[in-house]
């Protein structure tokens, strides 16, 4: 158990809805990355935050967004879902703000129909 | 981009042979990783070798790094049935002052029985 929670596990909907996949990170941890995985993209980096802050922007689609709260969870945002959405959705946590392991959560796997 | 790339993208060997996986990469960094991954699950951290180091061990597990030729291998030595899994590198650099962890398409082992 990595101690990072991703909600939920599993998730179906249909093409043009909205969807949010939260995240709580290890206790303590300041720093939360997003990251999508699919079968012919391997894993993406999405968007960094660090103390509710972003921190860095990967290969993230303007229907998407994110966020990190006070308590430091935070949330990935999707809309305007297409077929091509469809992935497992990692959240991942670490203490510090640039150097350091990941701890990853067990995904959030998100299809579109 | 500075993604790692894994080779072979798969490999299949007998219980208790090694194996050895390759990872490439293409700008400077300040770490490089290794993450395994089992079917569906989160991603878990095995080692980090810093770009100053040539060669890491952490139990059956050998890592070398060879900044000259921005390479690194895993060796798993003595393989067992339970290392089945997807194994990822990831580099580490700051770009624009954060620091973007970046994945690679990662090599799925297979070990037989």
């Known amino acids: 158990d990595s101690g990072v929670t991703q909600t939920p596990k599993h998730l179906i909907t249909a093409t043009g809805q909205r969807v949010t996949l939260r995240c709580s990170p290890r206790?303590?941890?300041?720093?939360v990355y997003w990251y999508q995985q699919s079968l012919d993209q391997g894993l993406q980096f999405l968007i960094q935050?660090?103390?509710?802050?972003?921190?860095a922007k990967g290969n993230i689609l303007e229907r998407f967004s994110a966020q990190q709260f006070p308590d430091l969870h935070s949330e990935l945002n999707l809309s305007s879902l297409e077929l091509g959405d469809s992935a497992l959705y990692f959240c991942a946590s670490r203490l510090f703000r640039d150097t350091g392991e990941l701890f990853f959560g067990e995904g959030s796997r998100l299809t579109v129909l | 981009s500075q993604q790692g790339e894994e080779d072979p993208q798969a490999l299949s060997i007998q219980e208790g042979e090694n194996a050895t996986m390759n990872c490439s990469y293409k700008?400077?960094?300040?770490?490089l990783q290794w993450y395994r991954q089992n079917s569906g699950r989160g991603l878990v951290h095995l080692i980090l070798?810093?770009?100053?180091?040539r060669e890491k061990h952490s139990g059956r597990l050998r890592v070398t790094l060879d900044t000259s030729k921005k390479s690194s291998s895993l060796l798993i030595t003595a393989s067992r049935a339970a290392d089945t899994a997807s194994y990822f590198c990831a580099t580490a650099a700051i770009i624009q002052g954060a620091q973007k962890l970046v994945f690679g398409q990662g090599t799925r082992l297979t070990i037989n029985p």
């Open positions: 206790s303590g941890d300041l720093s």
């Open positions: 700008t400077s960094i300040n770490n």
């Open positions: 070798i810093r770009s100053n180091e």
């Open positions: 935050y660090y103390n509710g802050e972003e921190r």
